[in-house]
């Protein structure tokens, strides 16, 4: 009864987990280049030990579900385009992030709102800043290519300046999540590389790829699972009082 009360309450914590990345999902619907999360259940498993810690039985019959796990991912699937006519606004299409700074360290976004102030620096919504990129006090337009290459207008001549580093990871859902639309490389996710997949839109700010529908179908699904957990264990706590009961 222990046990069962023990994967009851994992239960209940893993649908709490689901519960709160939905709700930061519906919460992110309309923020633009907002990426998913989903996730997966697991079974933990358990077996018995030795002093030593050495599996009882190396075969693994004595392995037993002890309740289940909920591991979160992030979803990288392309957001639609949304047209804006401001030059600084970008978004990527593909595979690939844009890489800036952020208190002394890479940091990497799909792509936002971007701010020049009088310094020539080009700053994200976020606070982070394009490295490298220094626009002339005297520039009157900017075309930023595919490949995130700047070219600046000043008067009736055009000046190149510099590139947009636009870099891709093997395994990009293993970023770590910063907040603001920021992202980290981790071990999980290999060091960014250049990316070859992936175009600079310019004027242009990508979707959230939430699906609102799709969404409250998940939320009423993780309701109804939580509030079958809650009867597991009220259950199971039912009969735990009435066995004591009969020991007295």
Not at 106 to 130: C, N, P, Q
Request: aromatic share 6%; charged share 15%.
């Amino acid at each position: 009864m222990i046990n069962g009360i023990k994967r009851g309450v994992s239960g209940l914590v893993a649908q709490v987990q689901k519960l709160s990345h939905i709700s930061n999902n519906i919460a992110n619907v309309t923020t633009p280049g907002f990426k998913r999360t989903e996730g997966t259940f697991g079974q933990q498993l358990s077996a018995e030990m030795d002093t030593a810690s050495i599996p009882l039985h190396p075969e693994g019959q004595s392995q037993t579900a002890q309740g289940v796990g909920y591991v979160p991912e992030i979803i990288f699937a392309q957001g639609a385009m949304t047209p804006t006519g401001r030059p600084w606004d970008l978004a990527m299409e593909g595979d690939g992030f844009i890489e800036v700074s952020s208190a002394g360290r890479e940091v990497y976004v799909r792509g936002g709102s971007f701010t020049v102030g009088s310094d020539g620096i080009a700053s994200h919504s976020s606070g982070a800043i394009l490295s490298g990129v220094l626009v002339p006090p005297d520039a009157t337009a900017v075309e930023i290519g595919l490949d995130g290459s700047i070219t600046f207008a000043i008067g009736e001549s055009f000046m190149p300046g510099g590139a947009i580093k636009l870099m891709a990871f093997t395994n990009a859902a293993g970023l770590e999540h910063l907040g603001q639309g920021q992202f980290a490389a981790t071990a999980n996710s290999g060091q960014a590389v250049v990316a070859t997949k992936g175009y600079l839109h310019q004027g242009f700010l990508e979707a959230s790829n939430v699906s609102l529908v799709d969404e409250m179908t998940s939320l009423i699904q993780a309701q109804r699972a939580y509030q079958a957990n809650v009867r597991s264990v009220q259950q199971f706590d039912g009969m735990w009082e009435k066995t004591n009961a009969l020991r007295r």
